[in-house]
Protein backbone atom coordinates (compact mmCIF):
# COMPACT_ATOMS: atom_id res chain seq x y z
CA UNK A 1 0.00 0.00 0.00
CA UNK A 2 1.76 3.73 -0.70
CA UNK A 3 3.19 5.96 2.03
CA UNK A 4 -0.39 8.19 2.81
CA UNK A 5 1.13 11.63 1.77
CA UNK A 6 0.20 15.50 1.16
CA UNK A 7 2.88 16.00 -1.41
CA UNK A 8 1.68 17.73 -4.13
CA UNK A 9 2.23 15.85 -7.55
CA UNK A 10 4.24 17.41 -10.16
CA UNK A 11 2.51 15.47 -13.07
CA UNK A 12 0.36 17.39 -15.20
CA UNK A 13 -1.63 14.42 -15.73
CA UNK A 14 -2.95 14.39 -12.14
CA UNK A 15 -4.69 17.50 -11.81
CA UNK A 16 -5.69 17.17 -8.37
CA UNK A 17 -1.60 17.08 -7.33
CA UNK A 18 -2.50 13.24 -5.44
CA UNK A 19 1.24 11.89 -5.24
CA UNK A 20 0.07 8.30 -4.47
CA UNK A 21 -1.59 8.19 -8.12
CA UNK A 22 1.61 9.09 -9.66
CA UNK A 23 3.16 6.20 -7.70
CA UNK A 24 0.12 3.86 -8.47
CA UNK A 25 0.50 4.57 -12.42
CA UNK A 26 3.95 3.11 -12.02
CA UNK A 27 2.14 -0.34 -10.99
CA UNK A 28 0.10 -0.24 -13.81
CA UNK A 29 -0.34 2.27 -16.67
CA UNK A 30 -2.87 1.03 -18.58
CA UNK A 31 -5.45 1.45 -15.82
CA UNK A 32 -4.10 4.64 -14.79
CA UNK A 33 -4.53 5.68 -18.40
CA UNK A 34 -7.94 4.17 -17.68
CA UNK A 35 -8.66 6.49 -14.48
CA UNK A 36 -7.81 9.57 -16.52
CA UNK A 37 -10.35 9.26 -19.05
CA UNK A 38 -12.82 8.25 -16.91
CA UNK A 39 -11.84 11.76 -14.87
CA UNK A 40 -11.41 13.47 -18.15
CA UNK A 41 -15.09 12.54 -18.87
CA UNK A 42 -16.66 12.94 -15.57
CA UNK A 43 -14.64 16.35 -14.53
CA UNK A 44 -13.50 17.51 -17.83
CA UNK A 45 -14.43 20.61 -19.46
CA UNK A 46 -16.70 18.22 -21.59
CA UNK A 47 -20.43 18.35 -20.65
CA UNK A 48 -23.41 20.64 -19.47
CA UNK A 49 -22.22 21.70 -15.82
CA UNK A 50 -18.73 23.55 -15.47
CA UNK A 51 -15.63 22.03 -14.50
CA UNK A 52 -16.28 24.79 -11.74
CA UNK A 53 -19.53 23.24 -10.88
CA UNK A 54 -18.11 20.06 -11.09
CA UNK A 55 -15.29 20.63 -8.36
CA UNK A 56 -18.03 21.65 -6.14
CA UNK A 57 -20.19 18.72 -5.88
CA UNK A 58 -16.68 16.66 -5.78
CA UNK A 59 -15.43 18.45 -2.90
CA UNK A 60 -18.72 18.28 -0.91
CA UNK A 61 -18.69 14.35 -1.40
CA UNK A 62 -15.25 14.25 -0.01
CA UNK A 63 -16.17 16.45 2.70
CA UNK A 64 -18.92 14.05 3.61
CA UNK A 65 -17.01 11.74 3.87
CA UNK A 66 -14.10 13.49 6.25
CA UNK A 67 -11.34 13.65 2.96
CA UNK A 68 -9.65 16.77 4.12
CA UNK A 69 -6.68 16.56 1.97
CA UNK A 70 -9.07 15.99 -1.25
CA UNK A 71 -11.20 18.44 -0.57
CA UNK A 72 -9.00 21.10 -0.29
CA UNK A 73 -7.36 19.41 -3.94
CA UNK A 74 -10.74 19.59 -5.51
CA UNK A 75 -10.99 23.45 -3.98
CA UNK A 76 -7.53 24.11 -5.29
CA UNK A 77 -9.18 23.21 -8.63
CA UNK A 78 -12.64 25.03 -8.59
CA UNK A 79 -10.36 27.76 -7.89
CA UNK A 80 -8.29 27.54 -11.35
CA UNK A 81 -11.83 27.37 -12.82
CA UNK A 82 -12.88 30.63 -10.83
CA UNK A 83 -14.48 29.82 -7.83
CA UNK A 84 -14.66 32.11 -4.71
CA UNK A 85 -13.61 31.76 -1.22
CA UNK A 86 -17.78 32.37 -0.89
CA UNK A 87 -18.70 30.05 -3.28
CA UNK A 88 -16.52 27.13 -1.42
CA UNK A 89 -17.73 27.91 1.53
CA UNK A 90 -20.96 27.95 0.59
CA UNK A 91 -20.59 24.36 -1.29
CA UNK A 92 -19.33 23.03 2.38
CA UNK A 93 -22.63 24.46 4.18
CA UNK A 94 -24.83 22.51 1.21
CA UNK A 95 -22.93 19.37 2.28
CA UNK A 96 -23.48 19.55 5.79
CA UNK A 97 -26.92 18.71 5.49
CA UNK A 98 -26.27 15.31 4.41
CA UNK A 99 -22.62 15.09 5.47
CA UNK A 100 -23.41 17.08 8.99
CA UNK A 101 -20.50 18.01 11.26
CA UNK A 102 -17.62 16.05 9.86
CA UNK A 103 -18.43 17.79 6.06
CA UNK A 104 -18.85 21.48 7.82
CA UNK A 105 -15.59 20.88 9.60
CA UNK A 106 -13.51 19.26 6.96
CA UNK A 107 -14.65 21.53 4.44
CA UNK A 108 -14.09 24.68 6.45
CA UNK A 109 -10.42 22.84 7.81
CA UNK A 110 -9.85 22.82 3.98
CA UNK A 111 -10.55 26.69 3.50
CA UNK A 112 -8.56 27.52 5.90
CA UNK A 113 -5.77 25.87 4.71
CA UNK A 114 -5.91 27.66 1.20
CA UNK A 115 -6.51 30.56 2.80
CA UNK A 116 -3.07 30.20 4.46
CA UNK A 117 -1.40 29.39 1.34
CA UNK A 118 -2.73 32.84 -0.05
CA UNK A 119 -4.97 30.83 -2.45
CA UNK A 120 -7.63 33.95 -2.18
CA UNK A 121 -7.02 38.05 -3.11
CA UNK A 122 -6.81 40.00 -0.15
CA UNK A 123 -10.78 41.26 0.31
CA UNK A 124 -11.49 45.09 -1.05
CA UNK A 125 -12.52 47.66 0.86
CA UNK A 126 -16.02 48.12 0.64
CA UNK A 127 -17.46 50.64 -1.61
CA UNK A 128 -19.63 53.51 -0.29
CA UNK A 129 -23.17 52.57 -1.19
CA UNK A 130 -25.15 55.54 -3.32
CA UNK A 131 -26.81 56.62 -0.32
CA UNK A 132 -23.39 57.43 1.17
CA UNK A 133 -21.57 58.65 -2.28
CA UNK A 134 -21.20 62.74 -2.52
CA UNK A 135 -22.47 63.46 1.12
CA UNK A 136 -19.92 64.52 3.68
CA UNK A 137 -18.81 62.88 6.91
CA UNK A 138 -20.44 63.98 10.25
CA UNK A 139 -18.01 65.92 11.82
CA UNK A 140 -16.14 64.29 15.25
CA UNK A 141 -17.88 64.96 18.62
CA UNK A 142 -15.77 67.35 19.49
CA UNK A 143 -16.78 69.81 16.29
CA UNK A 144 -19.80 69.27 17.18
CA UNK A 145 -19.48 70.19 20.32
CA UNK A 146 -17.09 73.34 19.68
CA UNK A 147 -19.92 74.08 16.85
CA UNK A 148 -22.43 74.26 19.97
CA UNK A 149 -20.25 76.98 21.61
CA UNK A 150 -19.93 79.08 18.90
CA UNK A 151 -23.96 79.26 18.83
CA UNK A 152 -24.56 79.84 21.94
Known amino acids: MPAKTTQQSEDLSNPYGYSAMDWAAQLDPAYAAARAEVRRLSVGEEGTLSVKMKELIVLGVLASRGLQYGVAAHMRRAIEYGATKEELFEAIKAAAIPGGGVAYSVGVRALQELEQEGAFP ?9 SQRGKASPPPPAARRRGKAATR
Open 122 to 130: PPSPPSPSR
